[in-house]
């Protein structure tokens, strides 16, 4: 980002270049559409709040990441209780027209029934396609951490999609996207 931007300037930008990834993060793993709007919300007030704390050598989307992680075990420790992954599911924009809707679907449904971090490893892994040191900072972990926590989540999510496992692969355009 550019010092001559102002912070709200700033914001927006990046708001408009994550707020989607943000969005996908927090829908993962709340499994809740109107939750994951207030996350967003959430994300970019605290981010407007800190920015001139924020070094603007770091990888952006991570801090932005970091912030949501942060908000979201927040909202757990809140509620003590896990939401069930489909419960308010409202199906919407499919980009990949290769990918069924059916196999979205029962990606998530497996997704709901993983443990929070393993939904959260994979979410940040294999759906936002962030590496593994990203990952690692966003969830406070080691590298070794995630590897392995990435390592069991997926034998998990394989033993719960069973045979079709190998059939479906992990796109951007699993999850929805908010408009």
């Known amino acids: ?3 001559q931007l102002t912070a709200q300037e700033a914001i927006q930008s990046l708001y408009e270049l994550y707020s989607n990834d943000i969005y996908r993060y927090a829908k993962l793993t709340l499994g809740n559409s109107s939750d994951a709007y ?39 420790r809140k509620k003590r209780t896990e939401r069930h992954f ?36 994979i979410v940040l892994r294999h759906i936002e396609n962030l ?3 990203e990952t690692a900072h966003i969830l406070g972990w080691s590298a070794t951490k995630v590897r392995t926590t990435t390592h069991r989540a997926m034998t998990k999510l394989r033993e719960i999609l069973g ?10 355009d699993i999850g929805t996207r908010h408009p």
Request: no cysteine; net charge negative.
């Open 86 to 121: 489909l419960s308010l599911y409202e199906p919407q924009e499919v980009s990949n027209e290769s990918t069924s809707a059916e196999a979205i679907l029962e990606v998530e449904e497996a997704l709901s029934k993983l443990k929070e971090t393993y939904r959260q490893v």
């Open 38 to 76: 207030d996350v967003v919300q959430e994300v970019f007030l605290r981010a407007f709040r800190s920015w001139n704390n924020y070094r603007q050598d770091a990888n952006a989307k991570t801090w932005l990441m970091s912030i949501a992680r942060n908000h979201i075990v927040d909202l757990f």
């Open 163 to 172: 045979s079709n496992s190998e059939e479906v692969k992990f796109h951007n």
């Open 1 to 3: 980002m550019s010092e």
């Open 131 to 133: 590496s593994m040191q």
